[in-house]
């Protein structure tokens, strides 16, 4: 699909790159403190004895999926790198079926908890707040890979989107070992 | 090339369409409007008859509020402005005439436009709520003829929300900064345009369900929400969270635009000891959003959970409600130096021009700034010394009470700019200087507030509520009515009228006065806040303050009608009318659509407030490097 001219969007969103990639980080360090008062609320209600009902292995799964997705945000960035718009989609689409996955472990886990106990209640409304993130993951990912898709030139031109993505991604991957140790471990 | 040259340049192709009003403009208004209601209300019906409820249960009220939501914003044009783009779909044509007020879009200038017309439209409906309350406490009994208790309840906590986020949270940060951040930096925009266009966008319903709470039960916890008097207020208390959480994200996608465009997008040689001062005091304001908003954005989660998903954060056998009071104080006491730091910021960027001084002590005044904002991140218990255990008022006692220091530093920065200095009065130097004396006794009876003994007497009493407005009314609004005539020409290219704008000034400065100071007397005699009967000794104080504040309320119309007569009528004002060396004033006024024009860039050579004579001029402009 051919972009219509529009040099006046271009001349109005002058930033570079490098300052649309940097000022995303205010981002998501504005996320990562919203996780780190779910993580200190933990403790506050739910004291330190995890349910012997909420599902160990699903929370260990989870976790180390979401340390593998690590290697297709590596490789993605690589391939963003150099410009293999095929490469970038592939790593993408593995990132979508893993946001899928995530979901579907933390709907699970909610079913073994009682929302309406100290643990169970920011149990669950920290994972809804995961739920959140994976949702806004997905739409990103599915964005970034049409966009690939349809018009490689914007995308070309527009590389810091598919970049804060995967910032994003890498972002939610270390929340979440985070939360795993606070609620699971400690 | 000079300065006038560029001054002096065709910028015809670059001011953006000059086709007129037409009534198909506020199409996208009128859709958003359309699919926003119809979005509530669907998702409302939907809800409540798969829940077995009705539709102003809480649960139905918090799914039609997101779908609304949702709608109004793809009826704005965020669908093909944003969303059909990013997904690889059509380009959206460059709207770049009137119409850009009426409909999403990534102009930072028309999104601050908008922030304007909606601070005042809010300020006159949250003012409308003052007087109600103003009516009701012109006798000492609850006389029924007018508001009942509860009523009295819905209406105080939604003047204060909605002039604290509806009003001064966005006056002078959306209404001024955002018009600003790239003039004054050298850029034509911010770092994320489109974030910022949404910012607003997410405004108006956040507004409106705030305002119409009472529609479905209201709400009686005033402003703050606090459980568990709010699980058990009525359904309103869903859109005062939903509405603050809404004006809060808004609030924060300006200030990630705020912090990264200072960062990473300043003009060539503007060092960070060269950023405008108004940009300093508005990155420490986002700078407090950013970090420290989190705690409340949970707290105010965590209570509408509470109130649809069946948890006991507050309330049950395993609720904390000492919790939320932490959580929301965590931001919403550092959220008044998010109001105030850009208006002392806007002191110190207008006085050099007006004294025709260098800003005295710079480097001192942005510390202020940036001190008052670290330190305030830490002293929100100040509002709850009666609830909290005695070790922990001395602390926050102390770091409250530091708060002045920095504080100070902003003051002397000031007094010392125009020490010596022969400052020309107009109707916004004027306001500035009212707005220091009124912040001044706003901080001094401050420190009554945070000192402990002082505020075991004090608190819940109108000294508060006077303090209070002496620094959000006193400090804020006549600052951001300052910057509103400062700021005229270069969006509109006409001057106020001098006379009416100083002619309101005094009229606000003498009824503000007689308004809220007999407050600092009422509270000390023993007048409780928040409720709709006093004691009948405290009568005639009260009828003072009702009539001064009608005088006052409906002084207001005074700058509503000189700043739309000086729109259309006003005199032409020259490009740069205040003599300022201030970047945004290099450029033409009104400011063309595309303000810096392309294939030239302005690179700083010196600092933008050196008025000594035969100073050189801070700015010089050279062609665009190729990429």
Known sequence: MADADNSYARLMDPASERAKRGAFFFLVLFAAIIFAMWDLARFLWGGTAVPSTLNMGVGVGLTVLMLASLVPVVVARKKLDRGDDGGVVSSMAALLVISLVMIGGIVYNWTTLTIGSGYGGIYDITTIWFLVHFVAAILALLASIMKISRTP?????????SYNVLTYWGGVAILWVAFFIVFYIA | MATNEIQAQPLDDMGGDKSAFAISMLF?????????????????????????????????????????????????????????????????????????????????????VRYVVLNIVTFFLAGMAAMAIRIELLTPDSTGWWMSEIQYNQTFGIHGLMMLLGVVASAIVGGVGYYLIPLML????????????????????ATFAVFMSPTIGGFQTGWWGYPPLAQNSGSG???????????????????????????????????LGRVPIFIWGLFAAAT?????????????????????????????????????????????????????????????????????RPLFARGWAIAGLVGVSMLGAMLGVHHYFTAVSDARMPIFMTITETVSIPTGFIYLSAIG????????????????????????????????????????????????????????LGGVIFTWLAALYWWFPKVTGRKINEFWGKFHAWWFLVFFNCTFFPMFIAGLDGMNRRIAIYLPYLHEINLFMSISSFFLGAGFLIPLANLLYS???????????????????????????????????????????NYAPGAKEPFVWVPTPSK
């Not at chain 1, 030139?153 to 989107?161: F, Q």
């Not at chain 2, 077995?52 to 939501?69: F, H, R, S």
């Not at chain 2, 409340?296 to 609720?319: K, Q, R, V």
């Not at chain 2, 707005?435 to 075991?456: E, H, K, Q, R, S």
Request: proline share 7%; hydrophobic share 50%; glycine share 10%.
């Open chain 2, 567 to 609: 729109w259309r009528y006003g005199p032409k004002a020259d490009a740069n009318p205040w003599g300022s060396k201030g970047l945004e004033w290099q450029i033409k006024s009104p400011t063309p659509y595309v303000p810096y024009p392309e294939g030239v860039d302005p690179e700083v050579v010196g600092p933008n407030d």
């Open chain 2, 288 to 356: 407090i959003l950013i970090v420290e908003s989190p705690a409340t954005y949970t707290g105010a989660l965590m209570d509408l959970s509470d109130m649809i998903l069946g948890s006991h954060f507050y309330t049950g056998p395993t609720g904390h409600p000492l919790a939320y009071m932490d959580q929301f104080w965590f931001l919403f006491h550092p959220e008044v130096y998010v109001f105030i730091l850009p208006a002392f910021a806007i002191w110190l960027e207008i006085l050099p021009a007006a004294a025709k």
């Open chain 1, 153 to 161: 030139d914007r995308a070309k031109r527009e590389r810091w989107v």
């Open chain 2, 186 to 205: 050298g850029t034509r925009n911010v770092v994320f345009p489109k974030l910022l266009g949404l910012s607003w966008w997410l405004l108006p319903p």
């Open chain 2, 28 to 112: 996208p208004l009128f859709r958003a409007t359309l699919w926003g209601l119809t979005g509530y209300f669907a998702a409302a019906w939907i809800t409540a008859i798969l829940a077995g409820t009705v539709i102003v249960d809480p649960l139905p009220a918090t799914v039609g509020y997101v779908a609304g939501l949702v709608c109004w914003l793809m009826g704005s044009g965020v669908w093909e402005g944003w969303i059909r783009r990013a997904f690889g779909g059509k380009e959206a044509p460059s709207y770049t005439g009137i119409e850009r007020y009426f409909r999403f879009g990534p102009d930072s200038k028309s999104t601050a």
């Open chain 2, 417 to 472: 700019t125009i020490w010596g200095g022969r400052l020309r009065i107009n109707a916004a130097v004027l306001l500035v200087l009212m707005a220091m004396m009124n912040f001044l006794v706003g901080g001094l009876t401050g420190i009554f507030n945070a000192d402990v003994p002082a505020d075991l007497q004090l608190h819940n009493t109108y000294w508060v509520i006077a303090h209070f407005h002496y620094t959000m």
């Open chain 2, 237 to 271: 208390i869903v859109w005062y969270v939903l509405g603050a959480a809404t004006i809060l994200i808004a609030s924060l996608l300006g200030a990630i635009n705020i912090a990264g465009t200072m960062v990473y997008m300043r003009a060539k040689g503007m060092s």
